[in-house]
Structures are given as C-alpha cells and as structure tokens.
C-alpha cells in the first residue's frame, strides 16, 4: 500500500520568501508528525496532530513556522520569511495512534540562499 | 541539552560480524524507545521498539537490549550484512507520560558493513 508522500522532494528559496511543504499520511492513520532534520543534527521534533484534537505545537523553533491538517488528512506545513538556519530536510511521519512506530515520509529537502 | 545521545557517528563492522549501536538518554521519564534506520535520500524506517517494562527485545538479526538503571540502550546486529549500512537513529518517548508520542531522537550512528 501507499506510505507517507511528500512534496516537493526538494524546495531551493530565497531568504525571506515563504514556503509551502505536503505531507500526504497513510490512510487510516489519526496521528501525523513533523520533523526536521538541520545537517549534522538529529531528528527535531516540531509539531504533532492528532484527528481532530488541537495539534501540540511545542517544537515548532518561532512564529514563522504554522502549520495545518484537516481531518485525518493532508498536512500543510508553512514557513514564512524563510532565513538560512530553516535549511533542513523536513520529515513527515504519520501513525495509527499516538505511541505506535511513526511511518516516515521521504522528506523535503529545503535550501534557503 | 541533548536527552538522547548516540555518542559514535561512525561505526565500521565486517560482514558477518556483530554490530553494536549503543544510546543513551537522560530522561527517567522515557518509557518507550525505538530503533530506526536510514538510508540516503529516505525517511527513517522503524526497525525495533522496547517498552520499559522490558529488557531485551529480539527480531531476527535485530536485538535491543535496555538498562534503565544506567538509562542506556544498544542494538545488535548479528550477523552484520553489507545491506545493513544506513544511519541509525535511537529515539525515546514518555507515553505514560501523556506525551503525544512525538520522538525524541539522537543524531544517529553511521554503520558501514564491510563485504
């Protein structure tokens, strides 16, 4: 069966403009992850949703990060006035529930120049 | 401050050999840790998971051996095989907790399986 997508599977920016990323999660699944992965660095946590509960957003790094799911469906995650240090790959991980393994997309990776 | 620590970035084993992942962590709220396994340009992919209660889990080739006392873990490998280097992740949990479940992760051990 279909895993997690993600689109784009790369994003090259300019500093300061915005930036759009898609995750598509295994059908079924309440709980949908963000993640990024800076260079050299492990997986961070960034938010979490969970079907129609209000999404913890407690790794979420400032303001300019948001991001969105309707349902138990596709998720949105926005940066806006991108700077450098957002240069990342971007994880997507979806699961049945919370506390199961996460099922992980094959990321976005994103350069800000 | 890093709560999940993989303290090798490397680790370069012969095939047929057992590798050894080792983590630590320092969060005694941690009850639930996972193994994950990455290849390049590819999300993390679960290998192998351990609840607290538990001190040994095993999957095939795949063990992954807890001791909350000194709150380290190690994943073994046995017999090592060349399809086996990826990066590999420990991750860490505090379901009980009432954490959502999101995973606290380590920066990984780069394994390489020599032929």
């Known amino acids: 069966g279909a895993g997690v997508s993600q689109s784009p599977s790369n994003k090259v920016t300019e500093k300061g403009k915005d930036v759009e990323l898609r995750c598509d999660p295994i059908s079924g699944h309440t709980a949908l992850y963000w993640y990024r992965q800076r260079l050299g660095q492990g997986l961070e946590f960034l938010i979490y949703f969970q079907g129609n509960s209000a999404p913890d957003k407690s790794g979420l790094p400032s303001d300019r990060f948001s991001a969105e799911r309707t349902g138990e469906s596709v998720s949105t995650l926005t940066i806006q006035r991108t700077q450098q240090e957002d240069s990342a790959v971007y994880l997507c991980a979806s699961s049945y529930y919370r506390g199961n393994e996460q099922f992980f997309g094959p990321g976005t990776r994103l350069t800000v120049l | 401050d890093q709560q999940v620590k993989q303290n090798s970035p490397s680790l370069s084993v012969q095939e047929g050999r057992i590798s050894i992942l080792n983590c630590d962590y320092t969060?005694?709220?941690?009850?639930?840790f996972l193994w994950y396994k990455k290849y390049p340009a590819e999300g993390p992919t679960f290998l192998i998971s351990i609840s607290s209660i538990k001190d040994k889990n095993e999957d095939g080739r795949f063990t992954v051996f807890l001791n909350k006392s000194a709150k380290h873990l190690s994943l073994h490998i046995v017999p090592s095989q060349p399809g086996d280097s990826a990066v590999y992740f420990c991750?860490?949990?505090?379901?009980?907790?009432?954490?959502?479940?999101?995973?606290?992760f380590g920066k990984g051990t780069k394994l390489s399986v020599k032929p």
């Open positions: 991750a860490a949990s505090d379901l009980a907790g009432g954490s959502q479940g999101n995973l606290i």
């Open positions: 969060n005694s709220m941690f009850d639930y």
